[in-house]
């Protein structure tokens, strides 16, 4: 049976944000130690970030970096990644040695390199609104304080202007670092938020979500910490991973999981929303996604090790943390939360894939050696430049099948449209080639642009071969008509362009 996917210009969800494309630097693993920052690499430079890091990073476009994490940072002083004389802690989130070699000025000043702007996070652990309040006052007040004649004297004489900042990460998790319950943690963000505020008004706040719905918390959290916090903050963040579910390797149910996070981003808005009605207030709550991804806790088909195991290299520096390598199966689950994040544009206004070096990342080194793009790493560079404009609620009328989420899509899609030109993104999760015709019901539209990425559905890059699984231009039909009829190869994710013929 041909599927019909609808795509009509008038049925705009929202606006797709620059910044949902944002990633996430922790400091966990290799992601800053033998990730970023090097500096014994023939290509690091004379600050010891490695140069062909920096440079892919860049051609990326990523618009923001959350750091330092994570749950590195409910156990982080950021004092002591300042000035000359620095301690050597024990990071107790990851069981690693934490230096101090990259803090806060090697970071902002690495992340200046690429281009991206930092989405800075205070610690609600052991941490004090005090200390989140001098934060502040360090990185974005001018002069004339203490705090900001020390950052002059630390070498940075303007202001770093942080415009956004999280308070605390995963404050509902027994896993955190002086986990919190909703309330001591709504009344502790909120008391946060407003000395911030008082620093700096012109900065954004982001307040932890539900960081899970598998917790018996959710939503309860999110309703009692918007309670607190609503007038305070601009945004409310969730984090969601995937991996293959029930302990399966069933990928049609992996390959579903947008369906999951399709529902958790409604939940959260809906808490939201709920709060709003009860407050009578007239904003309406942003949401940010700050740290999704695929994320395999153990092999999985590719029969891959992860490194899961956080007693492996115990209290030693850069030590191998979920090193996840990713076959085409997890590139197209991975595509799948990225239209997701389209589809929910509307209430969706900022994200970080989690992470963006080593941990967890589409983009993985060699310490002393070369680096590769993992098969992940194609969809994001793809969602960054092409997801951007008005996203477009598709209608796709054709088959469904079963998965552990209920009844889903056998092609998923989302749209983008920007000045005269559609960006159709369309995912086969079948085995076999999909038909689908494409309906344009306002204007005809020319097929300027067709991208593929498939292939074995668990091949995947290495240093050896990281070209096995790339997008592929392929030959389209040009011509301008209201009805473009498509096949779309098994296992695969495509993205196909139009041009608005008017």
């Avoid at 690429?114 to 610690?123: H, L, Q």
């Avoid at 202001?159 to 919190?180: H, R, S, V, Y």
Wanted: proline content about 4%; hydrophobic content about 35%.
């Amino acid at each position: 049976m041909k599927n019909k996917i609808i795509i009509n210009k008038e049925f705009v969800l929202g606006t797709i944000e620059k910044d949902v494309w944002g990633s996430f630097i922790e400091h966990m693993g290799r992601a800053v130690y033998g990730g970023i920052y090097e500096p014994t690499h023939p290509l690091a430079d004379e600050t010891g970030f490695r140069k062909d890091v920096t440079e892919t990073v860049r051609a990326l476009s990523v618009p923001k970096i959350r750091y330092p994490g994570g749950n590195f940072l409910s156990g982080y002083d950021w004092r002591d990644g300042i000035g000359k004389d620095r301690p050597v802690r024990l990071d107790l989130a990851w069981g690693q040695l934490e230096t101090n070699e990259v803090g806060l000025h090697e970071f902002c000043n690495w992340a200046e390199k690429t281009g991206a702007e930092v989405m800075m996070s205070v610690n609600m652990g052991t941490g004090t609104p005090k200390d989140a309040a001098q934060l502040v006052e360090y990185c974005n007040h001018e002069k004339g304080t203490a705090l900001s004649e020390l950052r002059r004297k630390n070498g940075r004489e303007k202001p770093f202007g942080i415009k956004t900042w999280c308070i605390g990460n995963e404050m509902d998790g027994d896993w955190q670092i002086c986990a919190l319950t909703a309330e001591e943690y709504g009344r502790k963000a909120a008391e946060t938020a407003k000395m911030m505020r008082r620093v700096d008004s012109n900065i954004e706040l982001v307040v932890c979500g539900s960081s899970t719905p598998d917790l018996n918390t959710y939503p309860e959290w999110d309703r009692i910490v918007l309670q607190h916090t609503y007038d305070l903050v601009d945004y409310l963040s969730m984090h969601r991973y995937y991996t293959y579910p029930n302990d399966t390797q069933n990928v049609t149910d992996f390959l579903s999981s947008h369906t999951d996070f399709d529902a958790f981003i409604k939940t959260v808005v809906a808490a939201a929303d709920y709060v709003k009605a009860y407050r009578r207030s007239k904003k309406r709550m942003k949401i940010s996604v700050d740290e999704w991804n695929i994320w395999h806790t153990k092999p999985s088909p590719n029969g891959l090790d992860v490194h899961n195991d956080c007693n492996e290299e115990r209290w030693t520096k850069g030590a191998r943390r979920v090193e996840n390598i990713y076959d085409l199966a997890d590139a197209l689950a991975f595509a799948g939360m990225a239209c997701t994040l389209i589809n929910n544009a509307d209430r969706v206004k900022m994200g970080c894939l989690a992470q963006l070096v080593n941990v967890i990342a589409p983009i993985f080194t060699e310490v002393g050696g070369g680096l590769f793009r993992q098969t992940i790493y194609y969809p994001y560079q793809m969602a960054i430049q092409f997801a951007k404009g008005q996203a477009l609620r598709t209608v796709v009328c054709g088959e469904k099948m079963e998965s552990c989420y209920g009844d889903t899509e056998k092609v998923y899609t989302a749209c983008a449209y920007d000045n005269g030109t559609y960006s159709l993104f369309a995912i086969n999760k079948t085995s076999e080639t999909q038909a689908c015709d494409l309906d344009f019901q306002v204007l005809p539209a020319r097929m300027i642009e067709r991208i593929e990425l498939s292939g074995g559905l668990h091949d995947y890059n290495t240093l050896q071969t990281p070209d096995k699984v790339i997008p592929k231009n392929v030959a389209c039909d040009r011509g301008t008509k209201r009805i473009h009829t498509v096949e779309l190869p098994a296992y695969s994710f495509t993205l196909i362009r139009f041009s608005e013929e008017k």
